[in-house]
């Protein structure tokens, strides 16, 4: 009986080893081929229909760049690239950098009539522009058309030859009203310009207006209901919509309330970015709706002015992660013998404290943190 017992064990053991080596084996096969086990696939398989985040991307803008006068001294005297030297890290690292190009380049035209203030800078510093890092440019404004015509269309020209899209105006309406689309990492981003100056004449003697005619090169006109439709039509098209302004009045520190309203509007309407310009000095910022909006980003490139706070001036960063706006930084300025310069100092705090109590007055916090005006959603 015992014997019975003891080759019944015998057997047990055998099977036990037996299914033993059977389930190493098949461990060690697994390991050889990288075949995952089932509740190991699941788990990748949970991880890899997680979605992926979109990539984080930015856009960089700042108001008036000009380009003559007391500037274009500046550039004689020091270089071409004077005007950028400074400010040129923190608009080449952005993945789009715009401004509002206050002026036409060329040696060609003539001074519209009556006008008294007339701004014609050198072409070449259309490559300045470039290596500064500038991807698109408003000539929607009340001086790119100082020399006329001719000045006016071969600012479009060189600034087409160094890969700068101009946006506001064109060789005629259609090509003025025309959007400029730019991708940056799978987003599409739309930019329109306007202003409220292209409907102003100087001499009955000469009635030439900037509008942008049919048959006749100029800019866009200000125009808040066909604006309104321009963004709401392009907003099923593209990922993200700017929108620049040259308006307001000029010197004041505040924007109206009509602008306040179409700046709504157009937010409403499907536009993530309002960059303004014109008054020649700062005006609060706003978030709305979770969108941007800066009433006036003031000077950037500009010869002396007798306001002093027409020498402060802020490079706004704006940082996006796919479309969903993420951060607004801004960077105070001081400009010092016609070059933008980071404020420091003194300077830099005054600018901040400017900023967030003019914000404040738009129901928009920035906090200050590391010399710099941030705005979080």
């Known amino acids: 009986m015992r014997y019975y017992e003891n080759t019944r064990r015998k057997k047990w053991s055998v099977l036990t080893l037996t299914v033993f080596l059977i389930i190493l084996a098949v461990f060690i096969a697994w390991k050889q081929w990288g075949s995952p086990p089932p509740t190991v696939g699941k788990q990748n398989q949970q991880v890899a229909e997680q979605p992926e985040l979109p990539p984080e991307w930015t856009l960089v803008a700042n108001g008036d760049v000009m380009l003559a006068r007391g500037v274009a001294t500046a550039m004689t005297q020091n270089g071409i690239f004077y005007p950028f030297e400074q400010m040129a890290p923190l608009l080449q690292k952005a993945d789009l950098a715009f401004g509002n ?19 014609r800078g050198d072409p070449a510093a259309a490559g300045a522009l470039k290596e500064a890092g500038y991807d698109v440019l408003s000539i929607a404004n009340n001086h790119s058309l100082d020399y006329d015509s001719p000045a006016f269309l071969d600012t479009l020209e060189v600034l087409r030859e160094q890969g700068i899209d101009a946006v506001g105006g064109g060789e005629d309406l259609d090509r003025a009203v025309q959007p400029v689309i730019k991708e940056v990492k799978g987003q599409k981003i739309a930019f329109i310009a306007a202003t409220e100056m292209a409907d102003i004449f100087w001499t009955y003697q000469y009635p030439r ?7 006749t090169p100029g800019v ?6 066909q604006l309104v439709n321009t963004v709401s039509s ?26 306040k309203e179409t700046a709504h509007r157009l937010v409403d309407a499907g536009a993530k970015l309002i960059i303004g310009h014109h008054p020649h000095c ?18 950037f490139v500009y010869d002396r002015q ?14 996006f992660r796919g ?5 607004v930084e801004l960077y105070p300025v001081m400009i010092t013998d016609a070059q933008p310069r980071p404020a420091i100092g003194n300077d830099n705090v005054r600018i901040l404290q400017k900023m967030k109590n003019l914000c404040s007055e738009l129901d ?6 590391d010399m710099k005006g941030i705005i979080t959603k």
């Open 101 to 119: 190009l206050e002026t036409s380049l060329s040696q060609r035209g003539t001074p519209i009539p009556g006008k008294g203030i007339w701004f």
């Open 209 to 215: 207006t900037f509008e942008a005619k049919q048959d």
């Open 220 to 225: 866009q006109r200000y125009d808040a209901d």
């Open 234 to 259: 392009l907003r099923d098209e593209v990922d993200i919509i700017v929108v620049s302004l040259h308006w307001g009045t000029e010197y004041s520190d505040y924007p109206e309330d009509y602008q």
């Open 282 to 299: 700062l005006q609060g910022v706003e978030m709305y709706n979770d969108s941007f909006i800066a009433y006036s980003l003031g000077n």
């Open 306 to 319: 007798r306001r002093q706070k027409c020498q402060e001036t802020v490079l706004v960063k704006i940082i």
């Open 323 to 327: 479309k969903e706006l993420q951060k």
């Open 364 to 369: 928009t916090n920035l906090d200050i943190n």
